[in-house]
């Protein structure tokens, strides 16, 4: 069975600190998903980031990125220079692929980033 | 480009009652799964709709029942409501066989069961 800790449970960080949050997985396949999202108080979930099993290709995307590494089965979130407006509840979730998935999701208990001006 | 939909936004029922859900999703996606997040948890999986059929379920009683139409929008009904179903209800549409797993949500319906 598929699994995805997120071991903070908040964190909270004054404006323009860098911040990481944490996500270990666990699956049994060897083709799968891996994602974040983050939830405002209106409480859609926005889509943030997919890495797919075989792309361990770090990125950057503007403050955001991200550090896969298949080795410790994780799956870290960076804000850099974070802002009030990141404030937020972030959730990493996995999806595994073939057979009788058909791309549920899976997701941590998410971590509360709270941002101080 | 339209984004996933969902109504209402807000929902008060009663124990035992029913509650009916409803969900359009994103243009061009034809795939919809609802997921129920309780406060301070993340979401769990209830179960998807493709070709308007559940083809897939996670651990969720009978009580949980859904239908996709022609049009792909989708409905979640929950009969014989307890206080524990109090929840924001998510749907989240994808497209099948594009070669991509993303799910996109909608703002998802917030029930309270009183």
């Known amino acids: 069975a598929q699994k995805v800790t997120q071991a903070q449970t908040e964190i909270s960080v004054v404006e323009k600190e860098d911040v990481t949050l944490d996500c270990v997985y666990e699956?049994?396949?060897?083709?799968?998903?891996l994602f974040w999202y983050k939830q405002p108080p209106s409480g859609e979930l926005v889509f943030l980031i997919r890495?797919?099993?075989?792309?361990?290709q770090n990125e950057i995307s503007g403050r955001y990125s991200w550090n896969f590494q298949k080795s410790t089965s994780s799956f870290n979130f960076t804000i850099t220079a974070s802002q009030v407006v990141d404030s937020a509840v972030y959730f990493c979730a996995l999806s595994e692929d073939g057979g009788t998935s058909y791309g549920k999701l899976t997701f941590g208990q998410g971590t509360i980033l709270t941002v101080h001006p | 480009d339209a984004g996933v939909t969902q109504s209402p936004t807000h929902l008060i029922k009663t124990r035992g009652q029913q509650v009916t859900l409803r969900c359009s999703p994103k243009s061009g996606h034809d795939t919809v799964s609802w997921y129920q997040q309780a406060l301070g948890q993340g979401p769990q999986f209830i179960f998807q709709?493709?070709?308007?059929?559940?083809?897939q379920r996670g651990n969720f009683p009978d009580r949980f029942s859904g239908h996709q139409f022609p049009n792909y929008s989708s409905e979640l009904n929950v009969n014989a409501l307890l206080l524990g179903d109090s929840a924001l209800y998510l749907c989240?549409?994808?497209?099948?066989?594009?070669?991509?797993?993303?799910?996109?949500f909608g703002p998802g319906t917030r029930l309270t069961v009183l």
């Open positions: 699956t049994r396949d060897t083709t799968y998903y």
């Open positions: 709709y493709y070709e308007e059929e559940e083809r």
């Open positions: 989240a549409s994808r497209l099948t066989g594009a070669g991509t797993d993303t799910q996109y």
């Open positions: 890495r797919n099993s075989f792309d361990e």
